[in-house]
């Protein structure tokens, strides 16, 4: 089992840029989630997907982003245009959509705005 | 709403010494309960649960946890610690019905030799 899967482990961009992270979820997993990870906020939930549909995206910051989930295997996190305050940790994170189950992160994408 | 409080944001301790760290939730629905560790540069991984059945639930690396629903606890131990255990732990809870974690603010274990 690969785990949740994220790319770019590591991104530094300047101010204004669009920065697009992504994810593949484990296989079979029906829910997927990303959060996103600040020493002043802690760890906060941005929006969560199941079986590919948006259910709960309150937790976005701003229409600055968005996110996608065109098929089981894939999303992506949209940020457009980037701010300094945007730096963080984004993670992604999948389940099998059943009470209680256990939630799988990924490694994390680590990003850096300048 | 719901919520997670982790009093303690870092916890020193020695080597082999016993360790308890401090979740209180809030919810005004039934909650499962989680525990998970994030060790440096790394990603969060799931340590122990509590669904439902014993209060008392335990990990495969000596880490133990009780749900007290009186006192809407959740908290964790170990009676020995190693070094390996340096890490930050969150609490974390999903209310029935739902399907996304709410994490509390993150404890720091750093163990010392």
């Known amino acids: 089992d690969a785990g949740v899967i994220q790319s770019p482990r590591h991104e530094v961009t300047e101010m204004g840029q669009e920065v697009t992270l992504r994810c593949k979820p484990i296989?079979?997993?029906?829910?997927l989630f990303w959060y996103r990870q600040t020493m002043m906020r802690g760890l906060e939930l941005l929006i969560y997907?199941?079986?590919?549909?948006?259910?709960?995206d309150s937790g976005m910051p701003e229409d600055r982003f968005s996110a996608k989930m065109p098929n089981a295997s894939f999303s992506t996190l949209k940020i457009q245009p980037s701010e300094p305050r945007d730096s963080a940790v984004y993670f992604c994170?999948?389940?099998?959509?059943?009470?209680?189950?256990?939630?799988?992160f990924g490694e994390g994408s680590w990003l850096t705005v300048v | 709403a719901q919520s997670v409080t982790q009093l303690d944001s870092q916890v020193p301790v020695f080597e082999e010494a016993p360790v308890e760290l401090r979740c209180n939730y809030s919810?005004?629905?039934?909650?499962?309960l989680f525990w998970y560790v994030q060790y440096p540069n790394q990603g969060l991984q799931l340590l122990l649960k509590?669904?439902?059945?014993?209060?008392l639930v335990e990990s495969i690396n000596g880490f133990e946890a009780e749900f007290n629903k009186s006192q809407t606890s959740f908290h964790l131990r170990k009676p020995s610690v190693h070094i390996s255990d340096t890490a930050e732990y969150f609490c974390?809870?999903?209310?029935?019905?739902?399907?996304?974690?709410?994490f509390g603010s993150g404890t720091r274990l750093q163990v010392q030799p």
């Open positions: 994170a999948s389940s099998l959509a059943i009470p209680g189950n256990t939630i799988y």
């Open positions: 296989s079979g997993h029906n829910s």
């Open positions: 997907f199941n079986n590919n549909v948006p259910i709960d």
């Open positions: 919810s005004s629905v039934s909650v499962y």
């Open positions: 509590y669904l439902s059945g014993s209060t």
């Open positions: 974390a809870l999903v209310q029935e019905g739902r399907r996304a974690l709410t």
